[in-house]
């Protein structure tokens, strides 16, 4: 919106007499001055009602804005306006200033670059060259006005090309909240008015001459800004400068101690605490100067005497009188605010300090407890923080707010406890109460006998009848007042009537008890009527106090409530419902409490439903209505052939791995019928399983194999086994040939290529699905015996076909046996070269590119583990021992620092491998700038990982020079290790950290390195809003998936532990839909399960396992646990050989150096974190053994024992 502030000098005469236009005239200055920078702030050519009406109202002028809008802009009855409008669109003097411009010249361009206005060549046009031109042209019209009309930019006061015509002189808008008044911005500059000459013809004296003129007015011009800018910045920047603008802000340095310095109101400052409001008030001196300026005793505190010690002297004097004279300061407040309004004005206070004796500066006083100047009175918040939080608590002699101290008499120090104190302060509150209401009643003689005075007697006392039914009769807060609670009430009050006639008179209908619609039928309408349409629109009060507190300041007041009042659709006076909801008169604001006080208890004990115990029984009745059904439709097992297919593609996927892991489990491609029983039973079948076997054995030979259960795949599988062994002869050649990268599995499209190879006939789809075939359950990848298996299914009914596993099976016992003995000299040989260990420069990094895989990867894990860039001698010996460097250290220190500089960097160890990297780089952070806007821009499939092939094509599209098989290298030199597919964010972080270090390249990790503090500002503020979204999501509960998973990481720390004591609290490693809901009701789940378990269930299995929750985490797990039972074939074994100090315990450094030790892949702090519980810093055998369990039936295969024979050498 067009502010005041925003107004140069030169237009506020205008405005100031907006107000005396016609609507006419008012409409032209609308269209011709702000229609493109204030008016159509969005660009779309139109301007509706309800921005006209705040855009006139910021302009000043708030008379007849419908009118205005009917008469003279919205003619066609459309709800919108534009520029062109019929009769907004009159003959101005823009209009002719164009038409005078088009008929002499035919365009804006042509007059602009034939230097009829543009004169000097400076790009821009001050008034009076604007003048001079408009002379020069012929133009006789008014040239002022049509020099403020083309000047739109309020922050410049020049007129550009572009402001001629922005449509055919477009130009980017620069953004004005990120640049201050009269300051350029940093992409701002002078225009280029340079001659465009051919590069191969000499420039003329004369335009040189030229140049030369127009430079020296660029740097005159910019000069004059620079000294502009330099008289602008009137911030504050001295100890003095900062008292001026507390005083000037906020009345008087008490005042601004209270509101912006001390916010916790301890009565003292740290230095954090004193940056953050120095920072908040925009001090740009020295604040640690001014931090040593106020603290004078060097006590690491400043005090409210530090900054002014004449006001501190003035409170704590004024203080002490009142403590003297009162005893504490609520009481000395009661003294002064005896009418009871909750506020005092000056001549009260005054009245209070001479009654106190007090000499000092009572306005002075009264405008520094103050805390708003503008009120010209001052509430008890104001007058005493800690006598208004114990008045709100009822502790009329503040006890909760004083010290005692401790003694060492026990009587003396139980007498003088919190609960003994408070009793004695209550029962002399009370006692006081009694006496003085009995003298009362004795004084005036007089009391309520009647319904009318009783309710002027409640109305006296608390204000509203609301409030007296809430402290005087309600005790139970269900609704309801019995006879004798309403007489113990009427005894306190004072009631001096007929209670029984009274309880009677108001109970008209003889219920037997009394509502609040007895005392008070009109709020009773007016809370009830609000109550009911809170329950219809947001189902509890939880809810719906979570909804109307939108600022989260966990109360409403009077403008507040009107608000939402009117959002919510409330018909009665939102006024009059405060009153009635408010829990005291003086009260500025209501609280959940007071909408519904069994909602607030239930909101503090964590039941957000906050629901009735018959709402909870029926709600229980109903769940288990629903899991029983749940549970009686999972009983429902096959019961025929074709059931028992399904059954099996439902639960292993494809009818190969079914027949593979569901029937066959001895894997000897036949079954006979007791394991053909035992695996139904298994599933649950519950048809007739003999006959189920007829049906498969067509040939009658007692013996079912894969042929019987699927021809079509067998035949399929069976022509890609001997294909396969055709081309390789042995599976042992086939695997050697085919994982050609050593990573012991192959891929989907590695299998494609291999298909194409052996001459398989089939398309690529139908490659695919034969790896989909062969793969185990959950896997991805293929490994060696999942191609073995294929032969074994061919073998089991193709007598012929010849199953070879190693090359040396076809070999004759004399050549085996020359095989075992050449492969027994080659290992004692690399066993004697380990020993031995490299002795120079090359042997060393021959060794290190043996142990880590890459140069690269030796550098980053073995010689620079600290990723600082660069080494010195001592951790570069340091690396030579940890590989059995066995030569002379400082020899080979020498030779690579080739430029004596006393540290190695990359470049000096691989310079082949650094120019690459360096390349890669430059190209990189070229087009993207930081590596955050690099990875969001090339992680297109949010996985947040690059496999080889998308480095290909993203070095292709940030232009780095190298060919497509480079590019392969260069992946293989950022990765961590060769094993594995796929480059990290951290990876492209490192690469950025081996160049920086030798070539200076500036590098940023994150986009906020990037921004201004006032960008930063805006990004925190966007960042504060998510937070308190996120808290409103917790109030309300989670809703959806997204919001569910959040929940239990929040619960339980990770989403295997919330796998595991969560979800599946049964240890089944699967879930149905019936133990999903118990879990989700159990974390407070919200929203639809049922669609929430079906987004979850990916291949509509009907269960829910670990990888459908959280794929790649189960991937890492399953990798992990496959490892240790390779190497321990048992937890039991695995966990007595790493528990090392036998304390049944493993800490994070220990599972470190387990990992390390043997060689264990993967990032062990992640897999550590995956083990733990939430609160514990250890694991142990049974959360080892645990997260084991979680993905044994998504890798079977891979979690027994290895049956992966070693090649022969």
């Known amino acids: 919106a067009l502010k005041a502030d925003d107004i140069p000098k030169g237009w506020t005469a205008d405005l100031e007499l907006s107000n005396g236009y016609r609507m006419g005239e008012f409409c032209v200055i609308l269209k011709e001055r702000f229609w493109r920078n204030y008016l159509d702030t969005e660009s779309n050519g139109r301007m509706a009602f309800a921005e006209l009406c705040q855009v006139t109202k910021d302009m000043g002028r708030a008379k007849n804005v419908k009118g205005m809008w009917l008469k003279e802009l919205d003619h066609a009855a459309t709800d919108f306006f534009s520029k062109t409008e019929p009769g907004l669109a009159a003959m101005t003097e823009m209009d002719l200033f164009r038409d005078f411009i088009v008929s002499a010249f035919g365009s804006t361009l042509q007059v602009w670059n034939y230097l009829h206005m543009d004169t000097s060549r400076t790009g821009m046009l001050l008034p009076p060259d604007f003048e001079d031109a408009c002379k020069t042209i012929g133009f006789q019209g008014n040239t002022g006005y049509v020099y403020q009309c083309l000047n739109t930019d309020l922050w410049k006061n020049c007129v550009a090309r572009r402001d001629f015509d922005p449509e055919k002189h477009p130009e980017p808008q620069e953004d004005r909240a990120a640049t201050a008044p009269g300051k350029l911005h940093s992409s701002q500059s002078l225009p280029d008015i340079r001659p465009k000459t051919s590069p191969h013809q000499p420039r003329t004296t004369k335009a040189a001459d030229e140049?030369?003129?127009?430079?020296?007015?660029?740097?005159?011009?910019?000069?004059?800004?620079?000294?502009?800018?330099?008289?602008?910045?009137?911030?504050?920047?001295?100890?003095?400068?900062?008292?001026?603008?507390?005083?000037?802000?906020?009345?008087?340095?008490?005042?601004?101690?209270?509101?912006?310095?001390?916010?916790?109101?301890?009565?003292?400052?740290?230095?954090?605490?004193?940056?953050l409001a120095m920072r908040d008030l925009g001090y740009t001196g020295n604040s640690k100067a001014a931090w040593h300026a106020l603290d004078s005793d060097n006590d690491g505190f400043i005090q409210l005497d530090d900054l002014d010690p004449e006001t501190e002297h003035m409170v704590t004097s004024y203080r002490d009188a009142a403590t003297d004279k009162f005893g504490n300061m609520l009481a000395s407040w009661t003294d002064m605010c005896k009418d009871g309004n909750g506020v005092i004005d000056k001549a009260t206070f005054a009245a209070h300090c001479k009654h106190l004796n007090w000499t000092g500066n009572v306005g002075l006083l009264y405008a520094s407890l103050k805390n708003d100047r503008t009120r010209k009175h001052m509430s008890l918040r104001d007058y005493d923080t800690p006598a208004h939080m114990a008045f709100l608590r009822g502790d009329y002699e503040m006890i909760t707010e004083s010290k005692v101290e401790v003694s060492t008499d026990f009587l003396e120090r139980n007498s003088n406890s919190f609960r003994q104190r408070w009793n004695r302060a209550q029962a002399t509150s009370q006692i006081a109460a009694r006496e003085e209401s009995a003298f009362n009643d004795r004084k005036k003689d007089k009391a309520s006998n009647d319904i009318e005075s009783l309710r002027e007697l409640l109305l006296k006392k608390y204000g509203t009848l609301t409030s007296a039914w809430r402290f005087a009769f309600e005790e139970s807060e269900n609704g309801k007042v019995y006879f004798v609670q309403f007489c113990n009430a009427m005894r306190c009050l004072g009631y001096a009537g007929n209670i029984k006639k009274c309880f009677h008179d108001l109970d008209k209908d003889d219920k037997g008890h009394l509502l609040l619609e007895d005392l008070d039928a009109?709020?009773?309408?007016?809370?009830?009527?609000?109550?009911?349409?809170?329950?219809?629109?947001?189902?509890?009060?939880?809810?719906?106090?979570?909804a109307l507190d939108y600022n989260k300041s966990n109360s409403l007041d009077v403008d507040e409530l009107v608000t939402v009042c009117k959002y919510i659709g409330y018909k009665h006076d939102a006024k009059t419902l405060f009153r009635c909801l408010v829990e005291f008169p003086g009260k500025q604001s209501i609280s959940m409490g007071d909408l519904d006080p069994a909602a607030m208890r239930a909101y503090y004990r964590g039941d957000l439903e906050a629901m009735s115990p018959q709402e909870k029984g029926a709600a229980a009745r109903k769940k288990k209505e629903e899991e029983m059904l749940m549970a009686r439709k999972s009983m429902m097992g096959a019961d025929d052939l074709n059931s028992l297919k399904m059954e099996l593609m439902r639960k292993f996927r494809t009818m190969t791995a079914g027949w593979r892991f569901g029937l066959d489990i001895e894997c000897n491609g036949k079954l006979s019928y007791v394991d053909f029983a035992k695996a139904c039973r298994g599933m649950g079948f519950i048809g007739n399983i003999k006959g189920c076997w007829k049906e498969l054995d067509d040939d009658d030979s007692g013996l079912i194999t894969f042929n019987e259960l699927d021809p079509d795949w067998y035949d399929k599988i069976s022509s890609f086994s001997e294909k396969l062994l055709d081309k390789y002869t042995s599976y042992e050649s086939a695997w050697k040939k085919i994982d050609a990268d050593k990573s012991r599995a192959i891929s989907a499209e590695e299998f494609v290529e291999v298909c194409a190879d052996i001459g398989y006939e089939g398309?690529?789809?139908?490659?695919?699905?034969?790896?989909?075939?062969?793969?185990?359950?959950?896997?991805?990848?293929?490994?060696?015996?999942?191609?073995?298996?294929?032969?074994?299914?061919?073998?089991?009914?193709?007598r012929g076909f010849r199953m070879t596993m190693k090359d040396s099976d076809l070999l004759s016992k004399d050549d085996q046996a020359k095989l075992?003995?050449?492969?027994?000299?080659?290992?004692?040989?690399?066993?004697?070269?380990?020993?031995?260990?490299?002795?120079?420069?090359?042997?060393?990094?021959?060794?290190?590119?043996?142990?880590?895989?890459?140069?690269?990867?030796?550098?980053?894990?073995?010689?620079?583990?600290?990723?600082?860039?660069?080494?010195?001698?001592?951790?570069?010996?340091k690396a030579c021992r940890n590989v059995a460097f066995v030569g002379d250290v400082n020899a080979c220190f020498k030779e690579m620092d080739d430029d004596d500089s006393g540290v190695i960097t990359f470049n000096e160890l691989d310079a082949t491998w650094f120019e690459r990297l360096s390349s890669f780089q430059e190209c990189l952070l070229g087009k993207y700038k930081t590596y955050q806007s690099a990875w969001n821009a090339i992680d297109t499939d949010k996985s947040n990982t690059i496999g080889c092939e998308e480095l290909v094509e993203v070095c292709a599209e940030i232009g780095y020079p190298g060919s497509a098989a480079e590019v392969r290298l260069l992946f293989k030199q950022i990765i961590k290790d060769q094993s594995q597919k796929f480059v990290a964010f951290e990876d492209l972080q490192f690469g950025g950290v081996l160049v920086k270090t030798v070539t200076g390249l500036k590098t940023a990790d994150f986009d906020d390195d990037l921004l201004t503090q006032d960008e930063k500002g805006a990004a925190l503020r966007q960042k504060r809003a998510t937070i308190a979204a996120e808290e409103l999501d917790k109030v309300m509960g989670a809703n959806d998936w997204p919001s569910l998973k959040k929940e239990m990481i929040k619960k339980f720390g990770t989403l295997t532990a919330a796998w595991r004591f969560g979800l599946d609290v049964a240890s089944n490693g699967k879930m149905g839909l019936v133990d999903f809901s118990k879990a989700c009701r159990n974390m407070g789940f919200v929203g639809d399960i049922k669609t929430c378990f079906s987004q979850l269930d990916d291949d509509n299995s009907g269960i829910i396992t670990f990888n459908e929750i959280d794929s790649e985490c189960n991937k890492q797990l399953t990798a992990f646990h496959q490892q240790?039972?390779?190497?321990?074939?048992?937890?039991?074994?695995?966990?007595?050989?790493?528990?090392?100090?036998?304390?049944?315990?493993?800490?994070?450094?220990?599972?470190?150096?387990?990992c390390k030790a043997n060689a264990i892949q993967g990032n062990?702090?992640?897999?550590?974190?995956?083990?733990?519980?939430?609160?514990?810093?250890?694991?142990?055998?049974?959360?080892?053994?645990?997260?084991?369990?979680?993905?044994?039936?998504?890798?079977?295969?891979?979690?027994?024992?290895?049956?992966?024979?070693?090649?022969?050498?």
């Not at 504050?236 to 906020?250: P, W």
């Not at 947001?538 to 979570?546: D, E, L």
């Open 1124 to 1154: 240790i039972l390779d190497k321990f074939d048992t937890y039991k074994i695995a966990w007595q050989v790493i528990d090392e100090n036998g304390n049944n315990e493993l800490d994070e450094d220990e599972f470190l150096q387990i």
């Open 522 to 546: 009109e709020s009773a309408d007016i809370i009830k009527s609000f109550r009911k349409l809170l329950l219809k629109k947001y189902g509890s009060y939880i809810k719906a106090w979570a």
């Open 820 to 877: 075992e003995l050449k492969r027994r000299a080659t290992v004692a040989q690399m066993e004697k070269s380990k020993v031995l260990g490299a002795k120079d420069m090359q042997s060393l990094k021959k060794e290190l590119v043996r142990k880590y895989g890459s140069i690269t990867a030796a550098w980053r894990y073995g010689l620079d583990p600290a990723q600082n860039g660069k080494i010195g001698l001592v951790d570069f010996g």
């Open 763 to 798: 398309t690529k789809k139908e490659c695919r699905q034969l790896f989909k075939q062969l793969l185990s359950p959950q896997e991805t990848t293929m490994k060696e015996k999942d191609l073995q298996y294929g032969g074994i299914v061919t073998m089991a009914v193709n």
């Open 211 to 275: 140049i030369l003129k127009t430079s020296l007015q660029q740097i005159k011009m910019r000069r004059a800004i620079e000294e502009k800018h330099r008289k602008a910045n009137v911030g504050m920047k001295s100890l003095g400068e900062l008292k001026t603008l507390l005083v000037a802000r906020y009345g008087n340095l008490f005042s601004a101690w209270r509101q912006a310095l001390d916010l916790d109101g301890n009565g003292r400052l740290s230095f954090g605490e004193f940056c």
């Open 1164 to 1209: 062990p702090r992640y897999l550590f974190r995956q083990h733990l519980k939430k609160g514990m810093s250890q694991i142990t055998f049974a959360d080892l053994s645990g997260v084991g369990d979680i993905v044994k039936d998504t890798r079977r295969a891979a979690l027994r024992h290895s049956s992966t024979l070693l090649p022969a050498e």
